[in-house]
């Protein structure tokens, strides 16, 4: 596997939580990164990306303000911290890699890896 994503959990409303996606494979510091999320019954939606610097992000607009994607290079790490969480916030999160992309994108056919998964549920 390379992609894990672990960090999910149940948490109350306006409750925080931070995901983690680390990256075993190669180019990770040359690739674009983004989460992704998948509601009961939805299908699988952009949340946030950032470029392989991490100087540049973009969040859909249903979480901006609330959540903040980032990245360690060092560590072949990307992270998601989740601040006033919602019930509508709850899915699936998944990571995703756009190897040796230099540009931020929001479409999933970019993404050639993908995480296992973790699920978030925020209870109100």
């Known amino acids: 596997v390379q992609l894990q994503a672990f960090g999910g959990g149940l948490v109350q409303a306006g409750g925080s939580l931070r995901l983690s996606c680390a990256d075993s494979?190669?180019?990770?510091?040359?690739?674009?990164m983004g989460w992704f999320r998948q509601a009961p019954g939805k299908e699988r939606e952009f949340g946030s990306v950032i470029a392989w610097r991490g100087l540049n992000t973009y969040y859909t607009d249903s979480v901006k303000g609330r959540f903040t994607i980032s990245r360690d290079n060092s560590k072949s790490t990307v992270y998601l911290q989740m601040n006033s969480l919602k019930p509508e916030d709850t899915a699936v999160y998944y990571c995703?890699?756009?190897?040796?992309?230099?540009?931020?994108?929001?479409?999933?056919?970019?993404?050639?890896?993908w995480g296992q998964g973790t699920e978030l549920t925020v209870s109100s």
């Open positions: 494979g190669r180019l990770f510091s040359r690739s674009t």
């Open positions: 995703g890699a756009a190897k040796g992309m230099s540009v931020l994108t929001t479409r999933p056919e970019d993404f050639d890896s």
